[in-house]
């Protein structure tokens, strides 16, 4: 099983296990609340299945967890899979009067004003406030885009779009359509509120379609999720992209920025510029396929 963390920093340790059918659900949520390590199970409705996130105890090491679940989640064979390792205690606290995100954006909980370099964002327990360094890296790359000569893409897709945040950015630097998507039910009804207070609905929106069941293009795809599920998806988001889009990669560590570089190179993707910060990776790549 390959195991993809973004757990850095404090809060309890989330693992996210995609479950398929209703009997093998009831008995990976019961085997996974016998753990003494997990502290909580929460379970949601996922594209086709179930998924189950199981949390541990705040600050904790997360190995020893991810291995008592990891071995239980192997029991079910095919059909269960730890799909993210992330710290739970992603929410924004309240009364928080705002962040910088970058060099134009400001992330501002819940009642603050919004305006053209101000992304407010209701507290919810998905990934997406701003504070993981994978976001704000997407964020620059994005910046970097609207930045060239040719201006921003028209449309947008958000693959992961979690709390919505990358979307509600990619519509302030300009884009007339953004359309984001996820597998968790509760990320996209969190995504829509934030649609919503960011007063930008006629922009974007929010859909639970797997990629594989899109059929527009876009003239730029931004995934924040995991090397592994990325890689998994590289198919489908070629689909997606025209001679000329570009794709924006984030949730990279270390060595899985160059590792990608080279896979997406077999596919007709150029590296036009890579954003780092400590070990977190992110690379903004423009396709050109084969004639
Ligand atoms: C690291 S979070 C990124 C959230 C937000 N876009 C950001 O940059 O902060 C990754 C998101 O991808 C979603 N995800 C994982 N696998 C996916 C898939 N195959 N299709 C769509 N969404 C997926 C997860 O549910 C999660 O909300």
């Known amino acids: 099983m390959r195991l993809s963390e973004s757990a850095d920093g404090a809060g309890p340790v989330a693992i996210l296990v995609r479950v398929d059918g209703d009997e093998a659900v009831e008995r990976l949520h019961q085997g996974l609340i016998e753990l003494s390590r997990v502290e909580e ?7 086709g299945g179930w998924l189950l996130t199981a949390c541990g105890v705040a600050n904790a090491d997360p190995d020893p ?9 192997d029991q079910f064979d095919s059909l ?11 929410e924004l606290p309240a009364g928080l009067e705002g962040f910088r995100i970058s060099e134009r954006f400001m992330v501002t909980g ?20 701003g504070a993981h360094a994978s976001t704000r890296l997407a964020v620059q790359a994005m910046e970097g885009i609207a930045g060239r000569e040719e201006g921003f893409p028209a449309r947008i897709l958000d693959v992961g779009t ?11 630097l300009g884009a007339a359509q953004v359309l984001g998507i996820d597998i968790c039910e509760e990320a996209l ?4 509120r934030n649609i919503l207070a960011n007063g930008l609905r006629n922009q974007v929106s929010v859909a639970s379609t797997p990629l594989a069941g899109l059929s527009e293009q876009y003239g730029l795809v931004i995934a ?3 090397a592994s599920v990325l890689l998994r998806l590289a198919d489908e988001i070629v689909g997606r992209l025209p001679g000329g889009g570009w794709l924006i990669v984030s949730g990279l560590q270390g060595r899985q920025g160059e590792e990608m570089e080279e896979a997406l190179s077999r ?5 036009v510029a890579r954003h780092a910060e400590g070990k977190w990776r992110c690379l903004t790549l423009r396709y050109f396929p084969a004639a």
């Open 65 to 73: 967890l991810l291995r008592t679940v990891g071995a239980v989640v």
């Open 189 to 192: 009804a969190v995504a829509w």
């Open 110 to 129: 819940g009642g603050a004003a919004v305006d053209a370099s101000t992304i407010r964002l209701d507290a919810a327990h998905v990934f997406g406030t």
């Open 224 to 226: 924040n999720v995991t």
């Open 80 to 90: 269960a899979e730890i799909i993210d390792v992330r710290r739970g205690a992603s």
């Open 267 to 271: 596919y007709g993707f150029q590296t």
């Open 162 to 172: 979690g709390s919505g945040i990358l979307a509600l950015v990619a519509a302030r």
């Open 41 to 47: 199970v929460r379970c949601c409705r996922y594209v």
